[in-house]
Antibody, heavy 117, light 109 residues
Framework: EVQLLESGGGLVQPGGSLRLSCVGS????????MSWVRQAPGKGLEGVSI????????NYGDSVKGRFTISRDNSKNTLYLQMNSLRVEDTAVYYC??????????WGRGTTVTVSS | EIVLTQSPDTLSLSPGERATLSCRAS???????LAWYQQKLGQAPRLLIY???GRATGIPDRFSGSGSGTDFTLIISRLEPEDFAVYYC??????????FGPGTKVDMK
């Protein structure tokens, strides 16, 4: 079964850092671009970042540029999101997703990040 | 930068009825880059349609997508009870990395 499983969410103070992880299974992880999408409470979906299958050419949404870093370790089938200088408005459920044909066909269940003092 | 708008905000229908959801882009989008997702409360989004009209694996044929340029449509031909959810359109690349419309909620009348 094709699966993605996120972890690493939690409660952090403004200005703090967190690293999210997403482990893929049931498919050849190193063949596919991957991304992070977030959803603030009661709000819509927001594209956070995307990374190619080889790990080059990452791209970021304007709201996280310069604060978040996406990376991957294909030997571990794992995608990461390093989040620094966190703000209250970064509070959201963070999903990882696999890209196929310019769309996201496999999603994890999400991990919740809460930024609050 | 391309902005996606969706209409209506909410669509109140009964099971068995036809649902027509609209997604409009502020500039032309390549057909390859337009997708639709369904999201139920407390769940991750699910890909329905890729490349404007391609149905994702396992998606029933009551879901269909169409459109070109700036105007795109998702049609649910006959609503089933499990179809009441929020639907998002998504475009790839402009602005990077990708963006979504604000969503249309399909709820039960």
């Amino acid at each position: 079964e094709v699966q993605l499983l996120e972890s690493g969410g939690g409660l952090v103070q403004p200005g703090g850092s967190l690293r999210l992880s997403c482990v893929g299974s049931g498919f050849t992880f190193s063949n596919d671009a991957m991304s992070w999408v977030r959803q603030a409470p009661g709000k819509g979906l927001e594209g956070v970042s995307i990374i190619s299958a080889r790990g080059d050419g990452p791209n970021y949404g304007d709201s996280v540029k310069g604060r978040f870093t996406i990376s991957r370790d294909n030997s571990k089938n794992t995608l990461y999101l390093q989040m620094n200088s966190l703000r209250v408005e970064d509070t959201a459920v963070y999903y990882c997703a696999r890209w196929t044909r310019y769309s996201m066909d496999v999603w994890g269940r999400g991990t919740t990040v809460t930024v609050s003092s | 930068e391309i902005v996606l708008t969706q209409s209506p905000d909410t669509l109140s229908l009964s099971p068995g009825e036809r649902a027509t959801l609209s997604c409009r882009a502020s500039r032309n989008i390549s057909s390859t880059y337009l997708a639709w997702y369904q999201q139920k409360l407390g769940q991750a989004p699910r890909l329905l349609i890729y490349g404007v009209s391609g149905r994702a694996t396992g998606i029933p044929d009551r879901f269909s997508g169409s459109g070109s340029g700036t105007d795109f449509t998702l049609i649910i031909s006959r609503l089933e009870p499990e179809d009441f959810a929020v639907y998002y359109c998504q475009q790839y690349g402009n602005p990077p990395p990708f963006s979504f419309g604000p969503g249309t909620k399909v709820d039960m009348k």
